[in-house]
């Protein structure tokens, strides 16, 4: 008796996750995976004061921080609202695959094309969430000196709501009461990607792996599978990978798709991979154009600090940056993080099953990369940390989670002393 209502339980248990696809909220949705899913562990967490450091037996206090954060989650942009709305047409027009699939008899898009690519609750939530966990960490070094954060944004309206919402929070963290910033927009720094020649003329053919990969067996066989739950003779991957954005947006923003049914962890681990084939060779370590073009970035960041410790003055505490998984993936890999020994192929998806360069987690919505600078006690020494989504990681300038300012510079020289123009030159 017992063990028949235990089955029934575990029954209808397995079919709420299927249809609701609940069971998905996991860093497997690529660029589209929420910030908080990303993450191990989340919204109740203690934050870590970073305000200080130990270095070498002495305490390191912190004078600057460069904060890059991606925007946070946002609506579909308007050519994926079109493309969802013709899928949903097309569909709902065969009457075999509506009755096998009653949700699209009545399933409207829920994503307005005038809030196309704009900021969802989900975002305002995740710079809710960030702007209080990072006033908390580094509460010292904003306390009393709100007005000496420069805040810095794209010309995309969504980095501008990023940065609102997040400054509301950070305000209320810190009981401040400065009159309201005005950000900077500059697109050579955070959007350098649209401004490199060479990157561009590059880009256009990096697709080779993505695409063998777009029409190798694995996609196949998650097609296939596809077409056999709808009962049709045609179906192209692009029509799955418009389906599987529906999935993502809509478990994103409201925890439900049925959209997602059509789904397995599995089907999305591969899709996960396709992904980021494609940002492997466009913006991680497929070609050095990749992150060599992040120079204006970087260029900046190591200019303010060495600012900061020649003048020894108080004239800027951080550089908070609102920007995009573009602007993200290059800045990661120009530093090193995340790399793999292999290179990412279409034929080698079993080799990197726990592969490094994922971008699932490491560039959600709101990813943030925080490059913090300390000054030591005693010694006067300069010393580094940085954090990936709120987490210290290994710099790998000097394998360890705090570097000497000095080799941080050394290791990095080719990204402080860099010029733009002459790397995005086309001959
Ligand atoms: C849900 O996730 C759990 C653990 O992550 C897994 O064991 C289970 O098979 C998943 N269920 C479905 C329907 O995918
Ligand atoms: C968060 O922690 C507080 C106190 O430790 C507890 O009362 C609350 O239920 C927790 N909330 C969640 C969502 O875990
Ligand atoms: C910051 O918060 C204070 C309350 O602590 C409020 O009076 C003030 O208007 C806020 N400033 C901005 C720019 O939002
Ligand atoms: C989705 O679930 C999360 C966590 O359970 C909750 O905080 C959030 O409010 C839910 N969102 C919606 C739109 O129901």
């Given at each position: 008796?017992?063990?028949?209502?235990?089955?029934?339980?575990?029954?209808?248990?397995?079919?709420?996750?299927?249809?609701?696809?609940?069971?998905?909220?996991?860093?497997?949705?690529?660029?589209?995976?929420?910030?908080?899913?990303?993450?191990?562990?989340?919204?109740?967490?203690?934050?870590?004061?970073?305000?200080?450091?130990?270095?070498?037996?002495?305490?390191?206090?912190?004078?600057?921080?460069?904060?890059?954060?991606?925007?946070?989650?946002?609506?579909?942009?308007?050519?994926?609202?079109?493309?969802?709305?013709?899928?949903?047409?097309?569909?709902?027009?065969?009457?075999?695959?509506?009755?096998?699939?009653?949700?699209?008899?009545?399933?409207?898009?829920?994503?307005?094309?005038?809030?196309?690519?704009?900021?969802?609750?989900?975002?305002?939530?995740?710079?809710?969430?960030?702007?209080?966990?990072?006033?908390?960490?580094?509460?010292?070094?904003?306390?009393?000196?709100?007005?000496?954060?420069?805040?810095?944004?794209?010309?995309?309206?969504?980095?501008?709501?990023?940065?609102?919402?997040?400054?509301?929070?950070?305000?209320?963290?810190?009981?401040?009461?400065?009159?309201?910033?005005?950000?900077?927009?500059?697109?050579?720094?955070?959007?350098?990607?649209?401004?490199?020649?060479?990157?561009?003329?590059?880009?256009?053919?990096?697709?080779?792996?993505?695409?063998?990969?777009?029409?190798?067996?694995?996609?196949?066989?998650?097609?296939?599978?596809?077409?056999?739950?709808?009962?049709?003779?045609?179906?192209?991957?692009?029509?799955?990978?418009?389906?599987?954005?529906?999935?993502?947006?809509?478990?994103?923003?409201?925890?439900?798709?049925?959209?997602?049914?059509?789904?397995?962890?599995?089907?999305?681990?591969?899709?996960?991979?396709?992904?980021?084939?494609?940002?492997?060779?466009?913006?991680?370590?497929?070609?050095?154009?990749?992150?060599?073009?992040?120079?204006?970035?970087?260029?900046?960041?190591?200019?303010?600090?060495?600012?900061?410790?020649?003048?020894?003055?108080?004239?800027?505490?951080?550089?908070?940056?609102?920007?995009?998984?573009?602007?993200?993936?290059?800045?990661y890999t120009a530093f090193g993080l995340f790399k793999?020994?292999?290179?990412?192929?279409?034929?080698?998806?079993?080799?990197?099953?726990?592969?490094l360069?994922?971008?699932?987690?490491?560039?959600?919505?709101?990813?943030?990369?925080?490059?913090?600078?300390?000054?030591?006690?005693?010694?006067?020494?300069?010393?580094?940390?940085m954090?990936?989504?709120?987490?210290?990681v290994n710099i790998p300038a000097c394998g360890s989670?705090?570097c000497?300012?000095?080799d941080f510079?050394?290791a990095y020289?080719?990204?402080?002393?860099?010029?733009?123009?002459?790397?995005?030159?086309?001959?």
């Amino acid at each position: 008796m017992t063990s028949y209502i235990l089955s029934i339980v575990l029954l209808a248990t397995v079919v709420v996750e299927l249809e609701c696809g609940t069971n998905f909220t996991k860093p497997v949705f690529n660029v589209m995976t929420p910030y908080s899913w990303a993450k191990d562990r989340y919204v109740n967490e203690t934050v870590t004061d970073e305000s200080n450091v130990m270095y070498n037996g002495e305490v390191c206090q912190i004078v600057n921080l460069n904060l890059l954060m991606r925007h946070v989650a946002r609506y579909p942009s308007l050519y994926w609202i079109r493309r969802m709305k013709n899928l949903h047409k097309m569909m709902k027009q065969n009457p075999d695959v509506v009755k096998k699939h009653n949700f699209l008899k009545t399933w409207i898009i829920p994503f307005a094309e005038e809030n196309a690519y704009s900021m969802s609750a989900l975002g305002n939530e995740e710079a809710t969430t960030l702007g209080r966990t990072f006033g908390e960490k580094f509460k010292q070094l904003f306390e009393g000196k709100m007005d000496l954060i420069d805040y810095t944004i794209t010309s995309k309206e969504v980095t501008q709501q990023s940065f609102h919402a997040f400054h509301k929070s950070l305000n209320e963290t810190i009981l401040a009461d400065a009159p309201m910033p005005i950000p900077t927009v500059d697109d050579e720094r955070l959007r350098f990607y649209s401004k490199c020649k060479k990157y561009r003329t590059y880009s256009d053919k990096s697709n080779v792996e993505y695409d063998a990969f777009f029409g190798g067996t694995k996609m196949r066989t998650i097609v296939d599978k596809i077409k056999k739950l709808l009962g049709v003779k045609n179906l192209k991957t692009e029509q799955v990978i418009t389906m599987h954005q529906i999935c993502a947006f809509e478990l994103g923003i409201f925890n439900q798709s049925d959209w997602c049914s059509f789904f397995t962890l599995d089907d999305l681990i591969v899709l996960d991979y396709l992904f980021d084939l494609s940002h492997f060779w466009q913006r991680g370590f497929g070609y050095p154009i990749n992150w060599q073009m992040s120079c204006p970035f970087t260029r900046h960041m190591l200019k303010r600090f060495d600012d900061i410790i020649a003048y020894q003055i108080e004239t800027t505490v951080a550089d908070i940056q609102f920007a995009h998984s573009y602007t993200l993936l290059p800045v990661y890999t120009a530093f090193g993080l995340f790399k793999d020994s292999n290179t990412l192929l279409a034929n080698n998806f079993e080799s990197h099953k726990s592969r490094l360069f994922r971008v699932s987690s490491a560039c959600p919505f709101s990813a943030n990369l925080g490059t913090a600078l300390y000054k030591c006690g005693v010694s006067g020494n300069f010393v580094v940390k940085m954090f990936v989504n709120e987490e210290e990681v290994n710099i790998p300038a000097c394998g360890s989670k705090v570097c000497l300012y000095q080799d941080f510079k050394q290791a990095y020289k080719l990204l402080g002393d860099c010029d733009f123009q002459k790397i995005c030159k086309t001959q």
